[in-house]
Each structure stands twice: as C-alpha cells, then as structure tokens.
C-alpha cells in the first residue's frame, strides 16, 4: 500500500515549518536564534528555551520499553492530536469518511465533523463485539480510515485481533487501533503487527495508566511514512518541556507503574463484587479496562443523585445500545467505598 496515494494531494508538495531546532542542532555555546528570553523567567529558568521539536530522548525510552524504532512513534498533545492530524492529513473535507464503531470514544467524530469528514457508523453488535461483516460491507472508495478501539470506552471489551486483522487485510486506507486501556487489559497490544500492516496506527497515552492525563501526552506507533507526514504537519513544538521531562521521569519508574496498575485491577475485583450486591445493578459488562460500565435501574436519576451527593460518575444512557448505563472509573479503596454507600443509600 503507498501511503503517499491517501494523503490528500496538496500535502504531497508541502513545504513545513522550519524551527530554529530543526536549522541548527549541535551544541553551541552561544543560542540566539530563537528569540528567546535571554536574561531568563520570573518562575522557572529551566524553561526559557524551545523544547526538542521532536522529542529525541522521550521517544528513545519509548522505544526501548514499546519495542518500536524511535522512526515509527509519534507524540502529541493527547492522543486527541494525532486522530485530528490523521484526520487532517488524509480525509479530504467534504468528500472523505471514516469509519467509527459506535459506542465508542466521541473524539473520531468531533475530530470528523471539525474537519468536515463524513462519518459511517457501524454499530457494536449487542454484545459490544465488532460487527465484521458490516464493517467490511461499509468500505467503499472515500472510506479513508477505520477506527477501532480496544479496550473500547465506553463498553470496557477488546476486539478480537483477528477481526482487526481481517480488516486491516481487506482495507486499502488506514486502520488506527486506539489502545489507550491496554496496559490494564490482559490481551496484548497489537504493536507487533506493524512490521506487516504499514496501514496500522496504533494510539497509546500517558493519560491512563501513566497517571500523567494533565501533561497531554499521546502516543502513535506506525510506519515511518505515516509518522514523517504526522510530523510535517505537526505544530512545530508539540510537547512541552515539561511534560518531556516529566514523561521521561515517569517511564524510569516503569516497575512502580505496574504495581499501580496491579492495585487498580484488584479494586476493580472489589468494586465488581461489591455493585454485585446491589440490587438495581442489572449488569456489570465485562471490562479489560480502568472502568466498569454497569446497568442499572433508572441510570440517569441515580447519576444526578450521586451527584448531589459529590459522587461524579458518567451518565452513558442516551448513548446508542448503552441504556440505563453508567460508566464507573475504579478509583481508590476509599473512593470505591465511598461510591458503594451512596449507591445503597439511593436504592
Ligand atoms: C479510547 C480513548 N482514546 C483516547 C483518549 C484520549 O486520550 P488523551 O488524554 O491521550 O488525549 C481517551 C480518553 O478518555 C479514550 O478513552
């Protein structure tokens, strides 16, 4: 597949921005080419100068811990960034369309609508599996991208690999895999499948497992091609110095973040066990994820009187094959405890 025959043409013969970082990238004694403030700031003098325009030592230890060439990541501002960018760089507003999975994460859509993108839904089967077939039927020649999203938010399963990969074998256009939950999920990430598919992209974020959701980091993994056109069209400085070097800090930790998530999964056990007991919960769907969506007894009114009570969870019942349903972040012992006793004291 050549990638270069999706983008939209007139990026073909883009010329991009040209930083002061890109012109000259050896160490000087002497930097006055950027404009920056000399004499320092009144907060922080760490921060008076422009950050790597392409995150050179964050992206080395990425790659060392994902196992994928520093070529082939991409960081954004959230992994919100790179679905607009890809959105941006390969639909063609007014003309183009993706394909969404609904329910699923809002931003495909926004960012489809922003760009003036066609979106095709093909729903979830009820079960919240991938619907193959009509995934398949639905790609036709403006179809650009499919997203897919595993574990999916709002519904908390993964998609089999192998319906992911019987897409990305019939699809000519790109199929970005949002994988955002994985490191709470027990199935693998699908990264190692990039070495075949140069139409895979796959989403990762700092936000989730990393702790780390106010620095605004995203992760793309995929062909080099793609990551060069991401980069292009990319605002120059991206990622901000200090999300660089707090990012950096938190991935020497990576042991202490797997622990983390070993006590997330076992309140996740816990608060399973305990909505069990409560009698209007009709259904806790199955979650290779940080949440649990449940079905309960008029879904909305206890939404709004958890509220009252300084209880936030997120109201999904007006979302397509979601009603009567509340989507649950497992939060800490006392918070989960907490939840439990008001959600007893409603029913
Ligand atoms: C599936 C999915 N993808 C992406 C994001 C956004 O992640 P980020 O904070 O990296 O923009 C979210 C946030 O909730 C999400 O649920």
């Known amino acids: 597949m050549e990638i270069s025959k999706l983008l939209r043409p007139h990026l073909l013969n883009l010329t991009p921005y040209s930083s002061a970082r890109d012109e000259f990238k050896g160490e000087a004694d002497v930097y006055l080419d950027a404009n920056e403030n000399a004499f320092g700031s009144t907060s922080s003098d760490h921060f008076r100068r422009y950050p790597d325009p392409y995150q050179a030592k964050l992206k080395s230890k990425i790659s060392e811990i994902k196992r994928v060439q520093t070529s082939k990541i991409f960081l954004g501002n959230g992994s919100d960034e790179p679905i607009d960018l890809l959105i941006r760089a390969f639909c063609n507003p007014g003309k183009d ?33 991938i619907n193959l077939i ?52 027990p199935k693998s990430s699908m990264i190692s499948a990039l070495e075949d598919y140069p139409n895979l992209v796959i989403l990762q974020t700092f936000s989730k497992a990393w702790g780390l959701a106010a620095l605004r980091l995203g992760m793309a993994f995929a062909d080099k091609e793609i990551i060069g056109i991401l980069n292009m069209i990319k605002p120059p400085y991206n990622i901000n110095g200090s999300s660089q070097e707090l990012a950096l800090k938190a991935l020497e930790s990576h042991e202490k973040m797997n622990e983390m998530i ?74 989960n405890n907490t939840l439990i006793d008001q959600l007893n004291q409603i029913s």
Do not use: W
Request: negative net charge; hydrophobic residues 40%; proline residues 4%.
């Open 97 to 129: 369309r993706i394909i969404i999975t609904p329910p699923t994460y809002g931003m495909y859509e926004v960012s489809a609508n922003i760009n003036d993108v066609g979106v095709v839904k093909v729903p979830l089967n009820e079960d919240f599996s």
């Open 134 to 185: 009509n995934v398949l039927d639905a790609i036709e020649p403006g179809i650009k991208i499919i997203f897919l999203c595993s574990p999916n938010n709002p519904t908390g399963n993964s998609i089999e690999q192998n319906d992911v990969l019987e897409i990305l074998k019939k699809f000519q256009g790109l199929v970005v895999l949002d994988e955002a939950y994985i490191d709470f999920s």
């Open 262 to 335: 070993r006590g997330i999964l076992a309140q996740k056990k816990r608060l399973k066990s305990m909505l069990e007991d409560i009698s209007t919960v009709q259904m806790i769907y199955p979650s290779d994820a940080n949440f649990l969506l449940i079905k309960i007894d008029n879904a909305h009114e206890v939404y709004l009187k958890l509220i009252e009570r300084k209880v936030i969870v997120r109201d999904r019942s007006k979302v397509e094959l979601c009603e009567n349903c509340l989507r649950i972040t497992i939060g800490t012992e006392e918070e």
